[in-house]
Nanobody
Framework: VQLVESGGGLVQPGGSLRLSCAASGFTFGNYALRWLRQAPGNYIETVSTIGYDGDDIDYGESVRGRFTISRDNAENILYLQMNDLRAEDTGVYYC??????????????????RGQGTRVTVSS
């Protein structure tokens, strides 16, 4: 399994970024996927989760209404569109795959694989 995040960078408050996660080594369309983030010195938190077919989506309270998760099962890519970015969104963003496939993976998301992360810095 390989998960490779990209798209991070430095952005001013109120700006936007689009993160991507290119996946390989497993049947992409059979698994829910999740974006995680870790702020400096903080624990890892769940940002958003999307079901294997894109029908089920969940967001963390701090990003709801500002971030949009999506996936392209034909290209094996997971996305996170981040708008109205705030300083507290700063951190390393990871994409993650669960151990279970299909709906059970979304319902009971136990991380089995995670990428190396892409850094997002929101600062003026």
């Amino acid at each position: 399994v390989q998960l490779v995040e990209s798209g991070g960078g430095l952005v001013q408050p109120g700006g936007s970024l689009r993160l991507s996660c290119a996946a390989s080594g497993f049947t992409f369309g059979n698994y829910a996927l999740r974006w995680l983030r870790q702020a400096p010195g903080n624990y890892i938190e769940t940002v958003s989760t999307i079901g294997y077919d894109g029908d089920d989506i969940d967001y963390g309270e701090s990003v709801r209404g500002r971030f949009t998760i999506s996936r392209d099962n034909a290209e094996n890519i997971l996305y996170l569109q981040m708008n109205d970015l705030r300083a507290e969104d700063t951190g390393v963003y990871y994409c993650a795959k669960p151990s279970r496939s299909h709906y059970m993976g979304f319902r009971f998301f136990e991380v089995s694989d995670r990428g190396q992360g892409t850094r997002v810095t929101v600062s003026s």
